[in-house]
């Protein structure tokens, strides 16, 4: 079962990484996860994926039906509010469940 939450997970992950990748002609200040963090594979995690997978759709769907520029930049503005948002949400999740998130750094 652990193999089959893992290989889904990287599957999706893979998934998620291409469509921000696809649209590079524009800056993008959000970053997609591509592991989870602790290496913890849960319901949080999946989550997440699910969360940036729907705004990718989104994102599609509403630069499909942008007629000029504006509307191209609030669809990218909504985009990268979503996944701020969805890993907002994920870290709070993780940290409520006492895992370490961010850098740790020890001495000087």
Do not use: C, F, Q
């Not at 000029?68 to 940290?95: F, I, P, Q, S």
């Amino acid at each position: 079962m652990r193999k089959l939450s893992l290989a889904s997970g990287l599957v999706l992950a893979g998934s998620i990484v291409s469509p921000v990748m696809a649209h590079a002609d524009v800056e993008s200040h959000a970053v997609v996860r591509a592991e989870p963090i602790a290496g913890v594979y849960n319901k949080y995690w999946y989550n997440y994926l699910a969360d940036v997978l729907e705004a990718d759709k989104e994102l599609k769907s509403d630069l499909r039906r942008a007629t000029d520029e504006e509307d191209k930049r609030d669809a990218w503005e909504e985009y990268e509010h979503e996944l701020v948002d969805a890993d907002k949400d994920y870290v709070e999740e993780m940290r409520d469940r006492n895992y370490v998130v961010g850098r740790v750094t020890v001495g000087n």
